[in-house]
Structure formats: C-alpha cells, structure tokens
C-alpha cells in the first residue's frame, strides 16, 4: 500500500495568513493525489484533485501543486471558515490512502 | 451531481454484522466507482474498499478483507457495505462517496454511525 505523510499534523494560524501543508507518498504516483476539507461532523469535501486542479466552487485562495512523492496545498490568505482539517488521499492505486489529516486552528 | 442518502444509525453487539446501504440519485451510478470509508471518534479517514456496479467485483484494503462485503444494485442505484465479526474498534462513521474521473472522491454520503457495544 501507499503511505501517506502529512505536516504538519496541526496548525495554529490567523485570518489572512498563508499557510501551506504537505504530502509526502511513500512512493511514485504522478499527479494522482487529492486534498479534502472536513469540518466538524460533516462528511469531507473535494478542494484539489489530481495535485493542482481547482475542484469546481472550491474558493481560488486553495492551490496545490506537486507530482511524483511530494505534494502542497496552499491557503493564500485564511478566511474564518477555512479552519478545518485537511487531509491528502492517492488515488494511483487501491487501495486510495489517506494521510493522518492536518488540523487548522485559530 | 449525484446525492447519496447512507442509511440510519446502527447499534451492534460484538461480533455481529451491520450492513449499510447508500442510496445515490441524481446522476450516473453503474459506471462510477462507489467506496466506502471509515471514521472512527476524532480519528482520520480510512478507505475500506470501493465497486464499480456495472462490473460487480469489488477491491478492499487488506485490512477488512474476509470481513468486509461491498455490493451494488444498479436496479435500485443503491450499494452497501456489510461488515461482519464487530468489534468495538470498528465504532465509526460510515461513509459511502462516488469516485470521479482518476479515484478523486467528487460525492459523499452523509455518514451513519455504527456503535459496537455489549
């Protein structure tokens, strides 16, 4: 299987900073890798997928980029409701892993 | 966009089965891949395996194998997850989500909670 390693694993920020989050995939896996926002007792939802593709909706201060084992999701300037958990999945092989979500806080 | 309504809420004795069915509508069902994914109390997500209805044959993660069933109805537009020999680690929420081009989970289910407990 694929390992996925997110960092950090939480974050404290403030409204308007720039914050970045990183992927790491325990091997090679082009650009098949997908970022996700979940809140609190909600189901996740689709931001980035295949590394850098803006997910239809998803606000233009969300970016990522990468390919190959490395992958970042960048928030360009936080907005209240952006405080959430993030987590990377691959989608190159099953089983579609996940990493162990970051956690954005206030 | 497809919507996916999960079924209600479970209360399991240890190992017992539960099986949780995934209602979609609203968009295409037989050709997308459906999967099934896991969270347990403030813990991350956990992809537990995934069918495509038209083809019938489902992949799990080796975790769950031998333990986990995921089928389809393409009648219905519905697809479940059973999942046999609870035990209290498998307390979590359920849920169901439709994979888009190239495995990204584009739709999910609302959840449901399965609580294991004598």
């Known amino acids: 299987d694929i390992q996925m390693t997110q960092s950090p694993s939480s974050l404290s920020a403030s409204v308007g900073d720039r914050v970045t989050i990183t992927c790491r995939a325990s091997q090679s896996m082009s650009s098949y890798l997908n970022w996700y926002q979940q809140k609190p007792g909600k189901a996740p939802k689709l931001l980035i997928y295949?590394?850098?593709r803006l997910q239809s909706g998803v606000p233009s201060r969300f970016s990522g980029s990468g390919s190959g084992t490395d992958f970042t999701l960048s928030i360009s300037s936080l907005q209240p409701e952006d405080f959430a958990t993030y987590y990377c999945?691959?989608?190159?092989?099953?089983?579609?892993?996940f990493g162990q979500g970051t956690n954005l806080e206030i | 966009q497809v919507q996916l309504v999960q079924s209600g809420a479970e209360v399991k004795k240890p190992g017992s089965s539960v099986k949780v069915s995934c209602k979609a509508s609203g968009g295409t069902f037989s050709t997308y891949a459906i999967s099934w994914v896991r969270q347990a109390a403030g813990q991350g997500l956990e992809w537990m395996g995934g069918i495509i209805p038209v083809f019938g044959t489902a992949n799990y993660t080796q975790k769950f194998q031998g333990r986990v069933t995921i089928t389809a109805d393409e009648f219905t537009n519905t697809a479940y997850m059973e999942l046999s020999s609870l035990r209290s680690e498998d307390t979590a929420v359920y849920f169901c989500?439709?994979?888009?081009?190239?495995?990204?989970?584009?739709?999910w289910g609302q959840g449901t909670l399965v609580t294991v407990s004598s």
């Open positions: 295949a590394a850098s």
């Open positions: 999945q691959q989608s190159y092989i099953t089983p579609y892993t």
């Open positions: 989500s439709r994979d888009g081009a190239n495995g990204r989970i584009d739709s």
